[in-house]
């Protein structure tokens, strides 16, 4: 059975900083990863989604990484503001079991303070 | 551009009442899921679809049904609601196939269950 798992469980950091947020999976048969952010009591929105035979994927201030092998994600959020504030949650596509289910992490909550 | 759209977006219900919630997606995609999401748990999937007329349980199926009559509707419905239905439930689709598969979700529906 796929775990996903996604460290830290919350993380504070001041305006202007870089961070990297962490992903984690059991299985490494998978389609793809996607990253996500969910503010409060909204919806998810979709970040970047990476196929398993690329390593990373970018979009405007962020960048995410995939190491299929050691079953790793990694979310870069360069020049952080406080518009960033929210929770991310990394989703990982399963080959096996039908249906191409996503298996989701519990996500980071993330706070950028001024 | 509506993408996923879910009726309703709040519901109070007494234990033992039923109800139907309904998601609705104009970007053609094959597959449909339902997902709820509690504190702590992330989101769990209920059921998913593959394609019109087909449904599969996914990994908390108890207690809910689906129907997927139509292509672009997918129908989540609870005969008898108990207190632990209570939750933020999210529709999502995705393309088929093992290219970009991207999901997208619905804004949420939050059930209370009393």
């Known amino acids: 059975k796929q775990e996903v798992t996604q460290i830290p469980a919350a993380l504070s950091v001041p305006e202007g900083e870089n961070l990297v947020l962490n992903c984690s999976f059991t299985?490494?048969?998978?389609?793809?990863l996607q990253w996500f952010r969910q503010d409060p009591g909204k919806g998810l929105t979709s970040l970047l989604l990476?196929?398993?035979?690329?390593r990373e994927q970018t979009s405007g201030r962020l960048n995410a990484s995939l190491d299929k092998s050691s079953g790793r994600s990694t979310l870069y959020i360069a020049a952080s503001q406080p518009g960033d504030s929210a929770t991310y949650l990394c989703?990982?596509?399963?080959?096996?079991?039908?249906?191409?289910?996503?298996?989701f992490g519990t996500g980071t909550q993330l706070k950028v303070e001024l | 551009n509506a993408g996923v759209t879910q009726t309703p977006k709040f519901r109070v219900l007494k234990t033992g009442q039923s109800m139907t919630l309904l998601c609705a997606q104009d970007?053609?995609?094959?597959?449909m899921y339902w997902y709820r999401q509690d504190p702590g748990m992330g989101l769990r999937l209920i059921h998913y679809?593959?394609?019109?007329?087909?449904?599969a349980k996914g990994e908390v199926p108890d207690g809910y049904n689906v129907s997927r009559l139509k292509k672009q509707n997918f129908l989540l419905g609870l005969e008898s609601a108990a207190p632990s239905q209570t939750s933020v439930y999210f529709c999502?689709?995705?393309?088929?196939?093992?290219?970009?598969?991207?999901?997208?979700f619905g804004q949420g529906t939050r059930l209370t269950v009393v």
């Open positions: 970007m053609n995609h094959e597959y």
């Open positions: 989703a990982v596509r399963a080959l096996t079991g039908g249906g191409n289910k996503l298996t």
């Open positions: 999502a689709s995705s393309p088929r196939g093992t290219g970009n598969t991207e999901a997208f």
């Open positions: 679809s593959v394609g019109e007329g087909t449904t």
């Open positions: 299985d490494s048969a998978i389609y793809n």
């Open positions: 990476i196929q398993s035979s690329q």
